[in-house]
């Protein structure tokens, strides 16, 4: 009994020996972001109006917003496919306007959102 405790003693006390100084950065670990590929928005605009004025949402966008899709071709017009993890930690996809390419008329620009799609355009009340 006495031999038993003295051999698990020892290895508790041998397991915590470390040969060298733990070396611990000084930065944290950082976060592995999930992000969604966006397609540059095109620097062409047909209808001769400047390319940084925000435009109105169509009906068939704002009909189409906030659903769920798989890909962008499910989204309708500048909505883009946007994969994020929510609450519950579940991956969501929705047909969201992207800031990359610019928030409509009445939107904002959301950057960095804890439980939601970041860099995605909210609309204002």
Known sequence: MKTGAL????????????????????????????STAVAAPSSSVADGRDETEPVSVTSAEREREHKR?????????????????????????????SCVDGCPEDYSCQKNVADGPSNTCA???
Not at 13 to 22: Q, T
Not at 77 to 93: F, N, P, Q, S
Request: net charge positive; glycine share 10%.
């Open 7 to 34: 051999a698990i003693a020892f290895l508790a006390l041998a397991g915590c020996y470390h040969r060298g100084p733990r070396v611990v950065g000084s930065e944290p670990t950082p976060f592995v972001i999930q």
């Open 69 to 97: 899709c798989d890909v962008d071709q499910d989204c309708e017009g500048r909505l883009r496919c946007v994969a994020y993890r929510g609450v519950t930690g579940r991956e969501l996809r929705q047909c969201l306007f």
């Open 123 to 125: 609309r204002t009340r």
